[in-house]
């Protein structure tokens, strides 16, 4: 049987160091600094989302504005032309009429856009403002929350720098073909990777501890010749204490 306790040991403080991690990891302001962050982030969106849409409105408006005055030019020439005319130019006159009225149309039609592009725009206005308001909100709540937790991570620093020394020194004691397939089952999420057998009828079947799974019976002939096997199952390494 491989000698185990240097590998147990070094798993006692690997645990220990993952679980003050998982405990920073869930704290409250851990989870708030998360959504705050998120809220953020859709408030910074929103904020360069009207941006854009003023953008185009403005954009619109000017277009609007120059035709307004082309129009306006047009119609001009137009009303300078019909006086001109004769009398019996009933053609021209038509021709004249029916620019002067297109004229009209579009300019009633462009009247009816630029007042929804008004909507549209105070909607933009307010939208920005909004979302700029709550963006500073998020941006103070995000200071305070992460203030906190790098507070309580601090708390926390001295032991985590303890236990990874001490984790350093202890994997030196672990026999490398047994920390090799130890770090390669905790990056595999089999955690803990180093279980008990469990019985509870006298030996005569066993659990690995790990999945829970009953170990077969070439599984459990290792297990019991030498006191050490691997899970068929969850492939975590288990141990006969």
């Known amino acids: 049987m491989p000698n185990l306790k240097p590998l147990l040991d070094y798993q006692n403080l690997d645990i220990e160091l993952k679980r003050i991690h998982l405990e920073i990891e869930r704290h409250p302001d851990a989870a708030r600094l998360k959504k705050t962050k998120s809220e953020f982030s859709a408030a910074k969106t929103s904020v360069s989302d009207s941006e854009e849409s003023a953008g185009h409105i403005l954009s619109f408006l000017q277009n609007a504005q120059k035709f307004y005055e082309e129009a306006e030019t047009k119609t001009a020439e137009l009303l300078?032309?019909?006086?001109?005319?004769?009398?019996?130019?009933v053609d021209g006159r038509r021709s004249i009429l029916s620019q002067l009225e297109s004229l009209?149309?579009?300019?009633?039609?462009?009247?009816?856009?630029v007042g929804d592009r008004r909507k549209k725009s105070e909607s933009a206005v307010r939208?920005?403002?909004?979302?700029?308001e709550k963006g500073k909100k998020m941006k103070n709540a995000y200071a305070q929350v992460k203030?906190?937790?790098?507070?309580?991570c601090k708390v926390q620093e001295p032991k985590?720098?303890?236990?990874?020394?001490?984790?350093?020194?202890?994997?030196?004691?672990?026999?490398?073909?047994?920390?090799?397939?130890?770090?390669a089952l905790a990056a595999d999420n089999k955690y803990p990777p180093l279980v008990e057998a469990r019985s509870s009828d006298g030996g005569k079947t066993f659990n690995c501890l790990g999945c829970g799974l009953s170990l077969s019976q070439s599984a459990k002939s290792a297990l019991t010749e030498s006191g050490f096997c691997a899970c068929e199952t969850c492939r975590r390494m288990i141990y006969k204490a």
Do not use: G, H
């Not at 300078?80 to 004769?86: F, G, K, V």
């Not at 939208?127 to 700029?132: I, L």
């Open 80 to 89: 300078a032309s019909l006086e001109t005319l004769p009398e019996d130019d």
């Open 104 to 113: 009209r149309d579009r300019l009633a039609n462009l009247e009816k856009r």
């Open 127 to 132: 939208t920005y403002r909004e979302a700029q």
């Open 147 to 152: 203030e906190r937790l790098d507070a309580f």
């Open 160 to 183: 985590i720098n303890q236990l990874t020394q001490q984790l350093d020194a202890a994997r030196a004691a672990v026999d490398p073909a047994l920390m090799e397939r130890y770090t």
